[in-house]
């Protein structure tokens, strides 16, 4: 017997009244409990957005709605901005090459976050850009971007902001409105809570103009179609009943908690697990941590991976490792989505264990503790 | 209470092997358990699309897999040919549309199967096209088409023949080296008894070269970057683990009932239907039905959505109504996937009851008797 914990950032663990909302007989998508259902994700959504207006929903992981923002706002030839500071920033890039936009790239370190200044003045010297692809979490490096500052740039600006949030809405605060994000996009298997599947896209008023006169071609990833299914509680295409049933039973879970708790809880599982790890003598990868996901330096002397591979084979604990240049370089552990104090304790506790059997020198108990002291505030 | 039934033609119900196997907790995709489960799915799949070929499986409804047969094999400017004899067949026009290609339809009058012979001379009167895009049961009517014959034809030519076999795999034969089909197109929700969520898409030599050449842009629907990322059981974007799961177990009954009695069951089910609800003095709108499902004229006075909704509200049996212009005027009771002699028997009882309460006359137990009388043997 060996119990097992998902600690990766995404997929991450499925409360148990999704799993079973999601095992309920299959509900054919035109009947009217179904319709019912769907209307109230569609609130739940609004919700967790922070937006009056509507959300999109895609059969599809997260790169699905990524791929959507571009083809539905851009045109051929169309000038793009794009921040590339890890693996889903350079996701933007090979998105619009694929679809021949032109986009100037703000290379970033990995493990630093963008300076927002930079894209003050790559707006302010090429008044073509149509469109800024930013990630605000950037879950290959652990880095939180400053979205809020990003923001309030790009707000007085022609150019329409695009923000990957999908591991940091539900985890950090992403008022869609209030700032002025015009196109917000998030996958279920995040803080949302549940299996991969489903991709989701907020629209502004102002990215809406730019959809009206888009040429980029689209099918399955089509906003106006979507948008016209949605407000009769349809998708274009057969919708991914189960996985809509179990959002429904999350969407729940995350009004109940209130936004603001949810903000709250990442931010202390965050700095616990910081805590921890720099407690063991470990160095964080990134001075601008996400609260989503801790990205730590291995040791000197100990690859990243061994250290991935004996959590999950001696432990039962999948964590992840780093990726690109970063393989062996970083572990990430993740604390987003269904996650709460023992999370921390049992990733303090298993790294702890690991880290000895490596031979790295670990005082027992360290980790833990300093990690408690912040969970009990 | 109320029990309910689900007899539309997708989504279908899913068993319960496949909803216990999904509510399962999270995997994580690069679990060796997880990458054990993902090479067993692509045994099975290889097995119902009777290929050796590898089967490419993405986190989209089954329009997502059409829209990636489209933009993997062509380029801007290339010439087609559409079959177009219902609302899927149209599906494969506006998806070419979309992306520019330019295609030559053969129109079909709804209800009737399109003539091979008519896709013959298309392909001699022009030498330069480059697909041909078929329905094989086309869902809105009810029709089964030839695709045996089409396939002859085609196969001889420059072109590749591509199918949508979303509610055909799995029901009827589609051996897919055998009959040198290019790319099939199958999605999880219909007789894979999914839920809905998964498109597949199996792509044959022929297919390939063009795939090496086709500069269509695309980037969710990679045909080239799925096919580096399933041969390590990987996928390029986040697959969509639970219902991964779901198919693992569904895969498992297919390959124990065996495709040769899975098409007997489907052939035994559509006979049935189709005998009771004749005997009910109703007329079936083609004379080419699809084992899948069947299409049914509403009796003259009566409106089809009417015995839709009757049948729903009143029985809690959900079958589908008329699409487009079809609407009211016939009704679809599928008989795929996951069902059985019951099943029919449901469908037949519940027709009778139906129809009596909306004052068509109908000798109680008139359809059923029929229907079991193909039933039993």
Not at 312 to 333: D, E, N, V, Y
């Given at each position: 017997?060996?119990?097992?914990?998902?600690?990766?950032?995404?997929?991450?663990?499925?409360?148990?009244?999704?799993?079973?909302?999601?095992?309920?007989?299959?509900?054919?998508?035109?009947?009217?409990?179904?319709?019912?259902?769907?209307?109230q994700?569609?609130?739940?959504?609004?919700?967790?957005?922070?937006?009056?207006?509507?959300?999109?929903?895609?059969?599809?992981?997260?790169t699905?709605?990524?791929?959507?923002?571009?083809?539905?706002?851009?045109?051929?030839?169309?000038?793009?901005?794009?921040?590339?500071?890890?693996?889903?920033?350079?996701?933007?890039?090979?998105?619009?090459?694929?679809?021949?936009?032109?986009?100037?790239?703000?290379?970033?370190?990995?493990?630093?976050?963008?300076?927002?200044?930079?894209?003050?003045?790559?707006?302010?010297r090429?008044?073509?850009?149509?469109?800024?692809?930013?990630?605000?979490?950037?879950?290959?490096?652990?880095v939180?971007?400053?979205?809020?500052?990003?923001?309030?740039?790009?707000?007085?600006?022609?150019?329409?902001?695009?923000?990957?949030?999908?591991?940091?809405?539900?985890?950090?605060?992403?008022?869609?409105?209030?700032?002025?994000?015009?196109?917000?996009?998030?996958?279920?298997?995040?803080?949302?809570?549940?299996?991969?599947?489903?991709?989701f896209?907020?629209?502004?008023?102002?990215?809406?103009?730019?959809?009206?006169?888009s040429?980029?071609?689209?099918?399955?990833?089509?906003?106006?179609?979507?948008?016209?299914?949605?407000?009769k509680?349809?998708?274009?295409?057969?919708?991914?009943?189960?996985?809509?049933?179990?959002?429904?039973?999350?969407?729940?879970?995350?009004?109940?908690?209130?936004?603001e708790?949810?903000?709250?809880?990442?931010?202390?599982?965050?700095?616990a697990?910081?805590?921890?790890?720099?407690?063991?003598?470990?160095?964080?990868?990134?001075?601008?941590?996400?609260?989503?996901?801790?990205?730590?330096?291995?040791?000197?002397?100990?690859?990243?991976?061994?250290?991935?591979?004996?959590?999950?084979?001696?432990?039962?604990?999948?964590?992840?490792g780093?990726?690109?240049?970063?393989?062996?370089?970083?572990?990430?552990?993740?604390?987003?989505?269904?996650?709460?104090?023992?999370?921390?304790?049992?990733?303090?506790?298993?790294?702890?264990?690991?880290?000895?059997?490596?031979?790295?020198?670990?005082?027992?108990?360290?980790?833990?503790?300093a990690a408690?002291?912040?969970?009990?505030?």
């Amino acid at each position: 017997m060996k119990k097992t914990y998902l600690l990766a950032p995404g997929p991450t663990p499925v409360p148990s009244e999704a799993l079973l909302a999601m095992s309920r007989p299959i509900l054919h998508h035109r009947a009217p409990e179904y319709e019912k259902i769907f209307s109230q994700v569609r609130e739940g959504l609004k919700y967790v957005f922070q937006t009056q207006t509507e959300v999109l929903i895609f059969a599809s992981s997260g790169t699905g709605g990524m791929e959507g923002a571009v083809v539905n706002t851009l045109s051929p030839g169309d000038k793009a901005l794009v921040v590339r500071g890890g693996k889903f920033g350079e996701r933007w890039g090979e998105i619009c090459q694929a679809y021949g936009v032109n986009f100037e790239a703000i290379d970033v370190e990995w493990g630093k976050p963008v300076d927002p200044a930079l894209i003050a003045e790559a707006l302010k010297r090429d008044g073509a850009i149509k469109a800024v692809f930013v990630t605000h979490s950037e879950t290959s490096t652990g880095v939180l971007n400053d979205l809020e500052a990003i923001a309030e740039i790009v707000r007085n600006t022609p150019a329409i902001l695009v923000v990957d949030a999908i591991t940091s809405l539900g985890v950090v605060p992403v008022p869609v409105d209030e700032w002025g994000l015009d196109v917000v996009v998030a996958g279920s298997q995040k803080a949302l809570m549940l299996p991969p599947g489903l991709a989701f896209c907020s629209v502004s008023e102002k990215a809406w103009r730019m959809v009206e006169t888009s040429r980029l071609p689209k099918y399955y990833f089509n906003f106006k179609e979507e948008k016209k299914n949605i407000e009769k509680n349809q998708s274009a295409f057969t919708p991914a009943v189960s996985l809509l049933l179990g959002l429904k039973e999350t969407l729940d879970l995350i009004k109940a908690e209130g936004l603001e708790n949810i903000f709250a809880r990442h931010d202390r599982l965050a700095r616990a697990t910081r805590a921890g790890v720099t407690a063991l003598g470990l160095e964080l990868f990134t001075e601008s941590p996400s609260p989503a996901v801790t990205a730590v330096k291995a040791p000197t002397g100990i690859d990243g991976g061994t250290i991935v591979k004996t959590l999950r084979t001696k432990h039962g604990i999948t964590i992840a490792g780093g990726q690109s240049h970063l393989k062996g370089k970083i572990f990430r552990i993740a604390h987003l989505g269904y996650a709460d104090t023992y999370d921390v304790v049992i990733a303090m506790a298993a790294l702890e264990l690991t880290l000895s059997e490596l031979g790295y020198p670990v005082k027992l108990g360290s980790g833990v503790r300093a990690a408690e002291e912040i969970l009990m505030k």
